[in-house]
């Protein structure tokens, strides 16, 4: 993820604008300023504050961004290129894969930022916003996986209706529009003036709330499992789901959870001291931006064939120029000694559609 700063996305955004109000010898006029100016600096402050830390974060984002964009990267390659099913789940990761890569690709520019232009406001605009921004998408457009693979296992006919391409596509265009409007009203907010009651607004509806929605579909899941008389390959379906479900509680407990957390202790206690809410902010940050390099685990669930297709990749590209298993052209002679004729078998490029067709509808 790329910015430390910005990762105090909407919910953060409030509580460190009234710690650095209580700060001794702060600018009482900081407080009135939008918030967008005070994320702006905190990660000068923390450079300031605490040199060596703030390099061992910079080399812990850098790691993330790499790990996340080369799986990224080879998600997006497979469900655009290696994938032809249209399901609503394939759509919603096609997204979740976009905003990880948005959010990884913003780092570059933090740091162009940081060390050839520092306190410049609009040229900070783009990795703050983009932070903001893709964060909360994260959050929501896991939420519409979980629900969706919910629905198709566990309500299969009642749901046919909502499971249309056109609705997914709407869905998603929604998750865009809400996630960018909240996210530019929060930044010009001011910081003054208590701002408990928005923060805690925004923790239940950004965060406990989608939590929410999972742990029961989680739970619903878990109990349908229990059903006696379920066929094999729909049990086998039913336990995917579930691992999904299970994998994204566990993103939002590692990810979200600290940050959330700390953010609501602050707004709820202002007067915890400067420099131990700025450590607490920039570690939870650096938590939440692993979600990009935990995201590609939930691709292998929600397609049936998504693993299949990137092992297939691998080891035709592994051939290094051998003929890959399943591509090679074998020589027989014909029993009735006629001659010879090709047996051409069927390889990754010819095997990765229909396994990724294989996605749970």
């Known amino acids: 993820m790329p910015s430390e700063s910005p990762a105090g996305p909407v919910t953060g955004a409030a509580p460190n604008a009234t710690a650095a109000a209580a700060a001794p010898g702060a600018n009482l006029s900081a407080p009135e300023r939008p918030l967008f100016h005070l994320f702006a600096v905190l990660d000068e402050e923390l450079h300031a504050s605490f040199p060596r830390l703030w390099l061992a974060l910079m080399a812990v984002h850098g790691a993330i961004f790499l790990a996340g964009l080369a799986l990224n990267g080879l998600a997006l390659y497979v469900f655009c290129c290696r ?10 990761t096609v997204n979740l894969v976009v905003t990880d890569l948005l959010v990884g690709l913003s780092l570059p520019t933090r740091f162009a930022v940081f060390y050839s232009t520092p306190g410049c406001l609009p040229c900070a605009f783009p990795h703050v916003f983009g932070y903001f921004l893709n964060m909360h998408c994260s959050i929501l457009f896991l939420t519409c996986i979980c629900v969706d693979r919910y629905l198709a296992i566990v309500q299969p006919e009642g749901s046919r209706r909502w499971r249309q391409p056109a609705c997914a596509r709407a869905v998603c265009v ?34 406990l709330l989608p939590l929410l929605v999972i742990s029961v579909f989680t739970g619903r899941i878990v109990c349908a499992l229990s059903r006696p008389g379920l066929l094999r390959q729909g049990r086998r379906r039913r336990v995917r789901a579930m691992q999904l479900l299970l994998t994204v509680l566990v993103i939002f407990l590692v990810c979200f959870t600290p940050f959330h957390a700390r953010q609501v202790a602050v707004a709820l206690w202002p007067d915890v001291p400067r420099h131990t809410s700025l450590v607490v902010y920039h570690v939870a940050v650096t938590l939440s931006s692993l979600n990009s390099c935990l995201d590609p685990i939930v691709y292998c669930f929600v397609t049936s064939g998504f693993q299949a297709t990137v092992r297939g990749l691998f080891r035709r590209r592994g051939a290094e120029g051998e003929p890959a298993v399943g591509d090679a052209v074998s020589m027989r002679k014909n029993s009735r000694g006629s001659g010879q004729h090709l047996t051409l078998s069927a390889g990754p490029r010819a095997l990765t559609p229909a396994l990724a067709n294989g996605s749970e509808a």
């Open 174 to 207: 929604s998750v865009w529009l809400a996630a960018g409007a909240v996210t530019l009203s929060v930044l010009g907010v001011r910081a003054g003036g208590g701002p408990c009651c928005h923060v805690l607004a925004l923790t239940v509806l950004e965060f």
């Open 83 to 92: 994938t032809r099913a249209a399901a609503p789940s394939v759509a919603y």
